[in-house]
């Protein structure tokens, strides 16, 4: 099969899911969501829609192409992805293992040349009585690998809060992490953390139980992406 016809095929997938998943976000009034996400090995994607902006990650693997020719495959893919979710390339934020010399900053915003600051609200409810118990599993098994993320310098700040006082069933919610990523493109990594989880936790099994655990906790769990608001 010819790279033309696996590019068409990438092409077909991704705009077949792109419809269907537009189509339930539009219903649900649902500004982000994941479009594409591995979907085909040949084109190892993980692509986010947030707001009219595209955050694109490549999963690493041996392609088998030299540098110049991935770059080329590269910058193929991201203008069929611009072309089909109609979004500008220089919309499209990418985050990539190497820079190449020839690319220019206009063709689309690399993610270590994206310097503004983007910020999570992580919210989880959880069930009556046991919210020192999900606060605890956090703080042993997420927070370490979010101190490792800041000390890399992915993350900027880490704030963890929970409410004073109780509040009606419908609006609770027991504890608040606010995340301050470096740029949206790492706010949107799914593997931000991955590298830090067996260094920290040499017994995965024990890990992923106790994730189990905590998730199993939860009642509910969203995030609101936040943006400042310039004040006269």
């Not at 910020?119 to 101190?147: C, D, M, Q, R, S």
Request: glycine fraction near 2%; charge should be negative.
């Amino acid at each position: 099969m010819t790279e033309e016809e696996k590019l068409s095929m990438f092409e077909n997938r991704l705009l077949k899911v792109y419809k269907h998943k537009s189509k339930l976000a539009r219903r649900q009034s649902i500004a982000c969501y994941r479009v594409y996400d591995h979907d085909m090995p040949e084109f190892p994607f993980s692509i986010e829609l947030y707001e009219g902006k595209v955050y694109l990650a490549e999963y690493l693997r041996h392609h088998g192409m030299t540098d110049e020719e991935h770059d080329v495959w590269l910058d193929a893919c991201i203008a069929l992805i611009g072309k089909l979710l109609e979004v500008p390339v220089s919309k499209i934020y990418v985050r990539q293992r190497k820079k190449m010399s020839h690319r220019t900053e206009d063709q689309y915003e690399k993610i270590n040349e994206q310097k503004d600051f983007f910020t999570v609200e992580n919210y989880y409810k959880v069930k009556w009585g046991y919210a020192e118990e999900f606060i605890n599993l956090w703080k042993t098994n997420h927070y370490p690998l979010l101190k490792k993320s800041k000390e890399k310098g992915d993350l900027i700040s880490v704030i963890a809060e929970k409410p004073r006082l109780h509040s009606s069933e419908d609006s609770r919610w027991d504890f608040k992490v606010t995340l301050i990523f470096k740029n949206a493109a790492l706010a949107f990594d799914p593997d931000l953390t991955t590298p830090y989880k067996k260094e920290l936790y040499p017994d995965q099994e024990k890990l992923t139980k106790d994730e189990q655990h905590r998730f199993e906790l939860l009642i509910a769990h969203w995030d609101v992406m936040v943006e400042d608001v310039p004040l006269p």
